[in-house]
């Protein structure tokens, strides 16, 4: 097979393939992409053959997904396409719903605005394996070895795209997976910020009705995302709905949420307005779901999340698996571990009962569930938590780099190993998934290339943020990055 050229090489990062759109993100390369998926679906022996498509709120999305739906169409794979733009975990509860084959979802999540992406989804509903994308780029490379194009494959008319409404029977399905009419009693004022994305005004959709208001805040399509770099709910896209929750005048707020582009992933605002940090806010659903819930099982954590994990789950005598991060690595252990929770640091968390996958919405849910039972906002509850299992201090900074300098900064981290880091002495290092240093009293440093944008990604969890800062910057000065 001749060498492919370089502008047409595509990689599936931690969740799908992510491009700048109009660079390498094109209808050509995503219909090369849609082929492969084709013939991936097509050696499949699970499902009923259909492929389930959507797309979220980026720009061209929807245009994106048609060109994906009539490639499959025209190689003869029944298609089913949302009517509207709608989250990621909607697509995936669907495609579990409709015994489909796959699912494929139009989307770069929390990628800046320049991007898109595709996204996989098996029959199951859960993350494509690695070696699914493997053999679906490596189907891609032969169609393109033979000078195939996407217009040989435009609709001519005869093939009928069947447009559906995912979004209903979702919404029923994790409303469910709750005592919705606690919830809806409870009185809570809470604020959802959308973030112009695909979760905007469901929030509201399911809890609205009863005493507790759901406020909607950014909840327009706008696919450039002003005044934030990406749709991540992250502190810094958050100062004005944490300003919200915080002022003194008005109604007060319980908490707030934020979701990403694609609604896969949530962001927590305590009653005070203070962010809390994804770790942070998996602590308190595992609290929720393994004390207040009384449910048995295991939970999985990838390894960039809080050991606050592990010591509320030792309370209850159930056992924590780590992996990778990437739900492709912790969506696997969760089946066959039947675990209640499985979670990661940028802020997904799945749920067992419902598709493993990660899902802002079903998230937000538990988390004002548990709000309700407790009559307690989460920042009350969170330093309940710490005053009976420790104080743990978390924080990511991620530094933009050039693709050339990703080749040797985990040789500088293997060459250079303090003693000390943050003032706590350096035990061990691993490199499970780019390179972790384990320090005394079970804290932790990690640093991580990004699956999906030009980043080097520094992570620390200590006992003090004074402690957390000065770990970052001493590994930061390490690589030579400015922090």
Not at 107 to 124: C, D, E, F, Q
Not at 306 to 312: A, E, F, N
């Amino acid at each position: 097979m001749p060498d492919l050229p370089e502008t047409l090489s595509i990689k599936f990062g931690t969740d799908g393939w992510r491009a700048i759109i109009a660079d390498e993100f094109t209808f050509e390369n995503v219909h090369s992409v849609a082929f492969g998926i084709a013939r991936w679906v097509q050696e499949e022996s699970l499902g009923d053959g259909r492929v389930l498509v959507g797309y979220d709120t980026r720009f061209l999305s929807p245009q994106f997904a048609e060109i994906l739906a009539n490639t499959f169409t025209r190689m003869s794979i029944p298609i089913l396409m949302s009517s509207d733009f709608l989250p990621t975990p909607a697509l995936a509860w669907s495609v579990a719903e409709y015994g489909a084959t796959a699912g494929v979802m139009v989307t770069a999540s929390h990628n800046p605005a320049v991007y898109n992406g595709i996204k996989v989804r098996l029959s199951s509903g859960s993350a494509a394996h690695v070696s699914d994308t493997d053999s679906i780029l490596e189907f891609r490379d032969s169609y393109l070895a033979q000078g195939k194009s996407w217009r040989d494959f435009k609709s001519d008319g005869e093939h009928v795209l069947s447009k559906v409404d995912f979004i209903e029977s979702y919404l029923r399905h994790i409303e469910n997976q709750v005592d919705i009419e606690l919830i809806r009693s409870a009185g809570l004022y809470v604020l959802a910020d959308s973030m112009h994305g695909a979760a905007a005004g469901l929030l509201s959709r399911i809890v609205n009705g009863g005493k507790t208001v759901v406020i909607g805040y950014r909840a327009d399509v706008n696919p450039s995302f002003p005044g934030m770099r990406a749709p991540e709910p992250i502190a810094t896209n958050l100062s004005e709905a944490m300003r919200m929750i915080a002022q003194p005048s008005g109604q007060k707020f319980d908490c707030g949420f934020a979701f990403d582009g694609d609604g896969d992933r949530m962001g927590l605002i305590d009653e005070r307005g203070q962010f809390v940090s994804s770790l942070d806010t998996f602590s308190l659903l595992v609290y929720s779901s393994l004390q207040v819930r009384s449910e048995v099982g295991p939970i999985v954590r990838s390894l960039t999340m809080s050991k606050l994990v592990d010591k509320i789950a030792l309370a209850c005598d159930q056992e924590v698996y780590e992996t990778q991060v990437g739900f492709k690595y912790l969506a696997p252990v969760m089946i066959e571990k039947n675990a209640v929770l499985a979670g990661e640091e940028s802020g997904g968390t799945a749920f067992r009962g419902h598709v493993c996958e990660r899902d802002g919405l079903l998230a937000a849910l538990r988390i004002l569930e548990l709000i309700a039972i407790k009559n307690e906002g989460p920042g009350t509850l969170l330093h309940r938590l710490r005053v009976e299992h420790g104080d743990h201090r978390y924080r990511r900074v991620d530094f933009p780099v050039d693709a050339n300098e990703l080749t040797n900064i985990y040789e500088r981290l293997i060459n250079s190993v303090p003693k000390k880091l943050g003032g706590i002495r350096v035990l061990d290092t691993d490199q499970i998934d780019g390179f972790r240093y384990h320090l005394e009293d079970g804290w932790w440093v990690s640093v991580r290339e990004s699956g999906t944008e030009p980043l080097v990604r520094i992570y620390a969890e200590m006992e003090n943020d004074s402690a957390t800062d000065s770990a970052i910057a001493e590994v930061a000065r390490v690589l030579g990055l400015d922090h």
